[in-house]
């Protein structure tokens, strides 16, 4: 459980990772409120997909086209802006984060903060997104019940795949969170973990 805090800031380094089709601009800009709420115990790093989306899937989704030259670029931000604590992702974003959580892509990740996500089908993704087996990170999943883009119980499958027990939260919308960020619960959600660690780690 040993924790890697940004040493010049104290505070955990979150990879947000924007949806298909967004940027990490914008998807600075939708952040906003929970950013600054969060700027006491986090900073932020945007990543902005390399070519449009994260990749594309072929014809039965068994090919995740572009994944590799993603996961190349996730190593690249892990070397110039991390370690990372934490990821945070919308979408395909937090599929990605998902893909980044199961094959351990970024060795001092904790947390997964994944909104309308989804587990990987392809097939070299085959075996890692099995119910329990994504180890040693505490995650919260946003699930939109009428979420018309990613079905919420592929949301949910995600979530089951995780061994310490994940926190969940349900809204009424769809696909993004509804009607705002759940702000207060995410930031209770940091600061659990953080008191965890603390006390897992401190000896007496």
């Not at 459980?1 to 800009?29: E, P, Q, R, V, W």
């Not at 690249?76 to 998902?98: K, N, Y």
Request: proline share 5%.
């Amino acid at each position: 459980n040993k924790i890697t805090l940004n040493m010049t800031t104290n505070k955990l380094k979150i990879l947000a990772l924007h949806g298909m089709g967004g940027s990490g601009s914008y998807f600075s800009s939708v952040l906003k409120n929970l950013t600054d709420n969060l700027q006491d115990i986090c900073t932020f790093t945007f990543g902005d997909s390399p070519a449009g989306p994260w990749w594309r899937s072929n014809a039965d989704n068994s090919v995740y086209v572009g994944i590799e030259k993603t996961m190349e670029y996730i190593k690249q931000m892990e070397a110039t802006h991390g370690p990372f604590d934490g990821v945070l992702g919308h979408s395909q974003g937090a599929a990605l984060g998902g893909i980044i959580a199961a094959t351990k892509t970024l060795p001092h990740l904790k947390i997964a903060i994944l909104v309308s996500g989804f587990e990987s089908r392809a097939e070299k993704h085959k075996g890692l997104f099995e119910p329990h087996s994504i180890h040693g990170i505490h995650s919260f999943h946003i699930i939109g019940t009428s979420d018309m883009i990613i079905s919420p119980d592929r949301t949910q499958k995600l979530a089951d795949c995780f061994t310490i027990p994940p926190v969940i939260w349900k809204h009424s919308g769809g696909h993004s969170p509804s009607p705002s960020w759940p702000i207060l619960e995410i930031r209770k959600f940091i600061e659990d973990y953080l008191n965890d660690v603390v006390a897992t780690t401190s000896t007496f």
